[in-house]
């Protein structure tokens, strides 16, 4: 277990809805990230939130947000969901000192 | 911005046989590189790490190899067992908190017994 906690595990919606997906950082991490992993592209950065405030972003589209909240939990928005947004989502920790990422279980997400 | 390439991207080695995976970034600022190793529906795990201000890191049965002038760095693993097949990811990025790792594509390495 490496201490990144996210939920749910699966998550199957429809085309044209909106989900949220959560993360909860290991004890003391203030840096959370996130990352798509489909079977054609990998792992992919989407965005990072260090202490609350957005801190870098990547291959995240406009369709989708997230935050980090003053407890240090994190949740990426999906909406206007598309068949192609069907992918894991992983959610990152890192403590504040190095870049040293634990990843959660992720979050299967299914557009039907 | 970063680029990692990993080869190759499916590995099939005997049992008791090494491993060995290659990655090149293209951004000369990264100077931390981990990997990766994940299971069939598991999460990424850390398996091991290098810094660029080192060449060699060894832990047990894996090592990691940097070349920071060529921008290469590669994943030995030997005496292979088969609870060593996964898929293995290698990344890159500044070592400092709060920098989003790029990763390759990943390797899928199968070893049979």
């Known amino acids: 277990d490496s201490g990144v906690t996210q939920t749910p595990k699966h998550l199957i919606t429809a085309t044209g809805q909106r989900v949220t997906l959560r993360c909860s950082p290991r004890s003391g991490d203030l840096s959370v990230y996130w990352y798509q992993q489909s079977l054609d592209q990998g792992l992919q950065f989407l965005i990072q939130?260090?202490?609350?405030?957005?801190?870098a972003k990547g291959n995240i589209l406009e369709r989708f947000s997230a935050q980090q909240f003053p407890d240090l939990h994190s949740e990426l928005n999906l909406s206007s969901l598309e068949l192609g947004d069907s992918a894991l989502y992983f959610c990152?920790?890192?403590?504040?000192?190095?870049?040293?990422?634990?990843f959660g279980a992720g979050t299967r997400l299914s557009v039907l | 911005g970063e680029n990692v390439e990993q080869h190759p991207s499916t590995l099939s080695v005997q049992e008791g046989d090494s491993a060995v995976i290659k990655c090149t970034y293209s951004?000369?600022?990264?100077?931390?590189f981990p990997w990766y190793k994940q299971e069939l529906g598991k999460r990424p795990q850390l398996i091991i790490d290098?810094?660029?201000?080192?060449g060699e890191k060894k832990d047990q049965r894996i090592a990691v190899t940097l070349n920071k002038t060529a921008k290469h760095f590669s994943l030995h693993i030997t005496e292979t067992q088969p609870e060593d097949s996964a898929v293995y990811f290698c990344?890159?990025?500044?070592?400092?908190?709060?920098?989003?790792?790029?990763f390759g594509k990943g390797t899928t390495l199968s070893v049979s017994s």
């Open positions: 951004d000369s600022a990264s100077n931390y």
């Open positions: 990344a890159a990025s500044m070592n400092q908190a709060g920098t989003a790792l790029i």
């Open positions: 290098i810094r660029s201000n080192v």
């Open positions: 939130y260090y202490n609350g405030e957005e801190r």
């Open positions: 990152a920790s890192s403590v504040g000192t190095e870049n040293i990422q634990y």
